[in-house]
């Protein structure tokens, strides 16, 4: 099993430069573990490449996507845990507190253990957090 950020998410299906290599992740192990409002973030990953062109047909393709993606995955719904550790990560890291969530997510679930679930992302101020606080980062 893997967390995985919103973005890397909106990159396995979306074709982009990332996307073979999220692909064979996910084949890998198909096991993920989001944060519980990245449905949220991906949805508006994808009004924002509809807003700057993004065709009809790959955004439609996209969606159902996401939606089986999301019929499977694991959320983090420990509200309050993730708020308390996000509230030290943005006073530690320079993150935005949307970031901020998915990494505290990411340590709820892997219950304080980051060397136990590695952290699928591709924003890199994201990454360098991820990787500070313990986990392993993919891709490499």
């Known amino acids: 099993m893997r967390f995985w950020d919103s973005s890397a998410i909106v990159s396995l299906v979306i074709e982009e430069t990332r996307t073979p290599a999220l ?13 519980c409002l990245s449905e949220v973030e991906i949805a508006s990953a994808l009004a924002r ?6 065709g009809e047909k790959p955004l439609e393709a996209a969606r159902v996507d996401i939606a089986k993606l999301v019929d499977g995955w694991r959320s983090v719904t420990a509200l309050e845990p993730t708020r308390a550790r996000a509230l030290r990560l943005v006073r530690t890291h320079a993150l935005r507190a949307a970031d901020a969530l998915q990494l505290a997510a990411a340590l709820v679930a892997s219950e304080e253990r980051p060397e136990s679930l590695p952290f699928v992302c591709l924003d890199d101020r994201l990454r360098d957090a991820a990787r500070r606080e313990g986990f392993t980062v993919l891709p490499p």
């Open 23 to 35: 692909r064979a992740l996910r084949e890998e192990d198909p096991a993920q573990t989001v944060w």
């Open 49 to 54: 490449r509809e807003r700057e062109g993004l």
